[in-house]
């Protein structure tokens, strides 16, 4: 019997969070052409934003820690998509964007937090293209937001 997506995200302490409705006008999910494209999702903890500003206020080990929450929301907007996470064919690309100091250049190892959080749910499958950017600013102050594109099986 092949383990679920959902056994091996349990297995590793992980458990998804409510997938939350969009705070402006755009929707979460568009499924076309046999593609799930994520909007943008940043990370919560405890029911509010994890803010900071690496290089400033808020290491790498941190940022890792909200990207990773970022990627938990991603992989629970897939599957209120899709109805399940076995239906992610596999993980096409994350475009990570943080909120950093000019002078902060580790923006890939704070990626790593959702980028090896994909691989450890999708095996081999999750392994990605990404982009990973410092930006000046994100909504609601966020650390980190991550959005996704992923091949779907029917």
Do not use: W
């Not at 909200?66 to 998509?81: P, R, S, T």
């Not at 690309?93 to 450890?120: C, H, I, W, Y």
């Amino acid at each position: 019997m092949t383990e679920t997506v959902d056994a091996r995200l349990a297995a590793a302490g992980h458990q998804l969070p409510e997938a939350l409705a969009p705070i402006a006008a755009y929707v979460p999910t568009v499924e076309v052409g046999g593609f799930l494209h994520i909007s943008g999702q940043v990370s919560f903890r405890d029911g509010a934003v994890v803010s900071g500003r690496l290089g400033d206020d808020m290491d790498v080990d941190a940022g890792r820690a909200a990207a990773e929450l970022c990627g938990l929301m991603l992989l629970a907007q897939m599957k209120k998509a899709l109805g399940s996470l076995d239906r992610v064919e596999r993980v096409v690309k994350l475009g990570v964007f943080v909120t950093s100091t000019p002078d902060f250049t580790r923006q890939p190892e704070v990626a790593n937090g959702a980028s090896e959080l994909m691989q450890l749910a999708f095996g081999d499958a999750g392994r990605h293209a990404r982009s990973a950017v410092g930006v000046p600013a994100l909504p609601r102050g966020a650390a980190v937001e991550i959005d996704a594109i992923v091949k779907v099986r029917d």
